[in-house]
């Protein structure tokens, strides 16, 4: 798949919220045939959970109402769709904002994703969880990082914080999903 920027046409991630690979409407295929049905190129998922990269020479100021109106047109699913190029993501991952740490049980590294910018950057909501360590917030790529520590066996009801403190419209990957979205646009 080709990267970048080609005549106009670009590569981008389209990032779905609550994408359950159980529900027989929210399968791989699924996904890709709406993405397919809109037109888009070199359409592809990666992993069960809501991640397709595709490439389109559209106006990426209406991609992601074009998306989410085709699935839930198509499919039923109302979830929420934020989409970065593969420009803001690689360049996240050049920056490397968690400074190589491990992504293993003791530092889960998650990037939340923000469909508009993060109000007033308001990064201090988990200030006062020892298992949450805020990285920061990335403007370039409308992103929350965080470091989550999974070791303790009290897991932190992060996603429902989240929701709470920022609303809908984000949603949230590991690391390692950030690279292997990136990967495969660039594969």
Excluded at 28 to 48: H, I, M, T, W
Excluded at 95 to 115: A, I
Aim: glycine residues 10%; charged residues 25%.
């Amino acid at each position: 798949m080709g990267v970048g920027s080609v005549g106009g046409v670009e590569s981008y991630a389209a990032l779905l919220r609550g994408i359950m690979p159980t529900n027989p409407n929210m399968k791989n295929e699924k996904l890709r045939g709406v993405f397919d049905g809109l037109g888009f190129d070199r359409v592809a998922s990666v992993l069960s959970s809501g991640n397709i990269v595709f490439r389109t020479g559209d106006d990426p100021a209406d991609l992601e109402d074009r998306i989410q109106q085709g699935l839930v047109t198509e499919l039923g699913i109302p979830g929420g769709t934020i989409v970065r190029s593969h420009a803001v993501l690689r360049a996240l991952l050049d920056r490397d904002p968690f400074e190589g740490l491990p992504h293993e049980r003791g530092s889960y590294l998650t990037v939340t994703f923000f469909k508009h910018e993060m109000r007033d950057a308001d990064t201090t909501a988990f200030t006062d969880d020892p298992l949450t360590r805020v990285i920061g917030y990335d403007p370039e790529a409308r992103a929350f990082l965080t470091v989550i520590d999974n070791s303790t066996g009290a897991t932190p009801d992060f996603m429902a914080r989240l929701d709470k403190t920022y609303g809908k419209d984000i949603t949230t990957r590991t690391w390692l999903t950030v690279q292997r979205v990136v990967k495969k646009i660039e594969g």
